[in-house]
């Protein structure tokens, strides 16, 4: 209790200590045979016991509240703008819900760090709602539409070129080459016929296209035969498009092809196409097998 007049004969004179004080009252122990309050108040007010002479509990003074500060400005529009909210300027302590940007305020009491954090968050807030007003300000500029002046203003930094509808622009991509790798000039399937650097190095497994019926040779040298071989027929292709079609019904005439089925010739073993009848005869190699595979009639053709 702090110290101050008496107020009744009945109760206990000032200064003295509360029923359930736990703090530290000199002389207390040897003190028998009284209350706790008069034996405390006794202990407080005799010469003979030595203290500081000051009380250890001080007059309670309201403190008057300090002016609104940005940031309570901040809160104080957020509230009126969305309506009651758990986020205000004056957070009651052990609230245990989430304060947004409160891990980042720390030191200070409760009160003050959420003070902060809700106003940092509101900021971000803030700064969101312009970008994306401005967001849709250029894009009815691009429109052609009428803007109001006041989203035009120098806070804004609206600036735009450009009208919509865009027109697009066709950019043919253009083959990228390192510089500090060995580019090869040509592929092996384009060289001539007569270029030495037309084959593939031995050890190279990807296809090898007519490769297959080529065998009893170096690697290079039966890659250069299968190259040449398949770029002879890919020119020969590309010249059959360009010859006119004879329709005579119901055979269509093709001059210049090159048949799959030969004539009086079977297919090379381990050949994977389709061979018509093939399913249809035993006991014979499979070169015996695929003589005459086609009919005579399609052969004719």
């Known amino acids: 209790m702090m110290r101050g007049t008496r107020k009744s004969t009945l109760m206990t004179p000032d200064p003295y200590h509360t029923p359930g004080y736990c703090g530290y009252c000199p002389q207390f122990k040897y003190q028998i045979g009284e209350t706790f309050g008069r034996t405390t108040s006794q202990l407080l007010t005799t010469s003979s016991v030595a203290s500081s002479g000051r009380p250890v509990l001080s007059d309670i003074v309201p403190q008057p509240r300090p002016p609104k500060d940005g ?26 819900g989430y304060i947004p940007k409160g891990e980042h305020y720390f030191g200070k009491p409760y009160a003050d760090t959420c003070l902060s954090a809700i106003a940092d968050f509101q900021s971000d807030q803030l ?11 250029i894009a009815d500029l691009q429109k052609g539409k009428e803007v109001p002046p006041e989203l035009l203003s120098k806070d804004t930094l609206i600036t735009t070129k450009y009208r919509t509808p865009l027109q697009s622009i066709t950019i043919k991509p253009k083959a990228y080459y390192s510089p500090n790798v060995l580019q090869h000039s040509l592929s092996p399937y384009v ?58 019904r119901p055979v269509i005439k ?48």
């Open 71 to 96: 940031r309570r400005a901040l809160i104080t529009a957020r509230c009126l703008n969305l309506g009651d909210q758990k986020l205000c300027d004056e957070m009651v302590p052990n609230y245990t």
């Open 191 to 248: 060289m001539s016929y007569d270029d030495p650097k037309k084959f593939l190095m031995s050890g190279y497994t990807g296809f090898v296209p007519r490769a297959r019926g080529q065998m009893g040779m170096g690697y290079p040298l039966l890659t250069n035969k299968a190259l040449c071989e398949f770029t002879d027929e890919s020119d020969r292709l590309k010249r059959v498009k360009d010859l006119p079609v004879v329709v005579e």
């Open 254 to 301: 093709i001059v210049d092809t090159k048949p799959i089925y030969l004539k009086d010739s079977g297919q090379v073993p381990h050949y994977t196409g389709h061979v018509p009848g093939k399913k249809f005869r035993y006991g014979m190699t499979f070169g015996y097998s695929t003589q005459n595979a086609m009919p005579k009639k399609a052969l004719t053709v």
């Open 127 to 137: 700064k969101h709602h312009r970008k994306i007003r401005d967001l849709r300000t």
